[in-house]
T-cell receptor, first 116, second 113 residues
């Protein structure tokens, strides 16, 4: 069965600190996709990144970077030089290619608070 | 702006009532997904439609039903509402493949009094 675990429930940092959000997943499929979404205080869910199971290249987008390691079933998200606007709940999600549905299985989320 | 439109944004009603939540997907997207976000259960998949047909069901109660119309908009019907149905209901859309990200609407916040 699919499962996504975000062990960090809440993280609080001071602006300009780097912060890493952890995500560990479980799946029996060999082909799957991993996602990160951001939910700011306003409530909407914003897509950040998608990774497929065959691409273990790390990705950097501005202050955001993602580290995908199949060996440890992890897909961690790092924010460099955090800003107050990064304060949000961040969700990691998994979608399996097989089974006929692209439903997302979400972790419980990590609430990040960046203090000025 | 994700391009996915959900109405209404807020809904307040009483136990035992029935409500309909509406979703218009992004232009070109054939798949619509419904998710429920509650404090105790987190974000949970309810149901998926692809081009008018039901494709997958998740943890959706029998009191809940959905459909996708020929113009691809979707409605989620919730009936015999209970206090525990209070939640944020999200609609998402995508092209219908696993490698395509789902883009979410702003959600409908349902409060049962």
């Amino acid at each position: 069965a699919q499962k996504v675990t975000q062990a960090q429930t809440e993280i609080s940092v001071v602006e300009k600190e780097d912060v890493t959000l952890d995500c560990v997943y479980e799946t029996r499929d060999t082909t799957y996709y991993l996602f990160w979404y951001k939910q700011p205080p306003s409530g909407e869910l914003v897509f950040l990144i998608r990774r497929n199971s065959f691409d273990e290249q790390n990705e950097i987008s501005g202050r955001y970077s993602w580290n995908f390691q199949k060996s440890t079933s992890s897909f961690n998200f790092t924010i460099t030089a955090s800003q107050v606007v990064d304060s949000a709940v961040y969700f990691c999600a998994l979608s399996e290619a097989e089974g006929g549905s692209e439903k997302l299985v979400f972790g419980k989320g990590t609430k990040l608070t960046v203090n000025p | 702006d994700s391009g996915v439109t959900q109405t209404p944004k807020h809904l307040i009603t009483a136990t035992g009532q029935r409500v309909t939540l509406r979703c218009s997907p992004r232009s070109g997207d054939l798949s619509v997904y419904w998710y429920q976000q509650s404090l105790d259960q987190g974000l949970q998949f309810l149901i998926q439609y692809y081009n008018g047909e039901e494709r997958a069901k998740g943890n959706i109660l029998e009191r809940f039903s959905a459909q996708q119309f020929p113009d691809l908009h979707s409605e989620l019907n919730l009936s015999s509402l209970e206090l525990g149905d209070s939640a944020l209901y999200f609609c998402a859309s995508s092209g219908g493949r696993s490698n395509q990200p789902q883009h979410f609407g702003d959600g409908t916040r349902l409060s049962i009094l």
